[in-house]
T-cell receptor, first 115, second 116 residues
Framework: DGGITQSPKYLFRKEGQNVTLSCEQN?????MYWYRQDPGQGLRLIYY???????QKGDIAEGYSVSREKKESFPLTVTSAQKNPTAFYLC??????????????FGPGTRLTVT | GNSVTQMEGPVTLSEEAFLTINCTYT??????LFWYVQYPGEGLQLLLK?????DKGSNKGFEATYRKETTSFHLEKGSVQVSDSAVYFC???????????????FGPGTSLSVIP
């Protein structure tokens, strides 16, 4: 089955440690996205990528980094510079090209807790 | 700027009641509009969409009509079930100039609880 995989589902880290969240898709989608979701709030865009080896900052990129070495993979690193990293992180992807807009497909999310 | 406003929740309804979740938007240009649903502990799933004025999106008994004159995209369902309990997000999509990336703006979400 095609879809988006995020792992792990729950992640616990100590303050001051970097942590990398995995996102893999087998939908052959060009574009991939990382969102952050806080309780009672909508989704806020962290980073997005439209092609391999290229990515752009979203609205809240400070304290985060990404890479896009393969079309299928878009890992997110939450660095120690992120002041309030505890949140639910969602990865999404979509196809691109004429005939859009195309909806985004979301992974199941990773809940990160930093203490 | 571009934004999406949704009615505040939580909304609690009895099974078989009629559901309306209001959504209004502010956007420059001609956005596409979406409703996504998020079940507890999961990611978002597309529920329905509409790409131009007067389009009606529908899926699983849910409907929403793109109203340009009132800049609204209200979600409705005639008879809700316990399994409809979830958080519902209204969203708009606008193509950015000089790029094929379309920026998606989400509303804050409306939590729905349906009780038997």
């Amino acid at each position: 089955d095609g879809g988006i995989t995020q792992s792990p589902k729950y992640l616990f880290r100590k303050e001051g440690q970097n942590v990398t969240l995995s996102c893999e898709q087998n939908l052959n989608h060009d574009a991939m996205y990382w969102y952050r979701q806080d309780p009672g709030q909508g989704l806020r865009l962290i980073y997005y990528s439209q092609i391999v080896n290229d990515f752009q900052k979203g609205d809240i990129a400070e304290g985060y980094s990404v890479s896009r070495e393969k079309k299928e993979s878009f890992p997110l690193t939450v660095t120690s510079a992120q002041k309030n990293p505890t949140a639910f992180y969602l990865c999404a992807s979509r196809t691109m090209g004429a005939g859009g807009p195309y909806e985004q497909y979301f992974g199941p999310g990773t809940r990160l807790t930093v203490t | 700027g571009n934004s999406v406003t949704q009615m505040e929740g939580p909304v609690t309804l009895s099974e078989e009641a009629f559901l309306t979740i209001n959504c209004t938007y502010t956007a420059t240009g001609y956005p596409s509009l979406f409703w996504y649903v998020q079940y507890p502990g999961e990611g978002l799933q597309l529920l329905l969409k509409a790409t131009k004025a007067d389009d009606k999106g529908s899926n699983k008994g849910f409907e929403a009509t793109y109203r340009k004159e009132t800049t609204s995209f209200h979600l409705e369902k005639g008879s809700v079930q316990v399994s409809d309990s979830a958080v519902y997000f209204c969203a708009l999509s606008l193509p950015l100039q000089k790029t094929s990336y379309d920026k998606v703006i989400f509303g804050p979400g409306t939590s729905l609880s349906v009780i038997p």
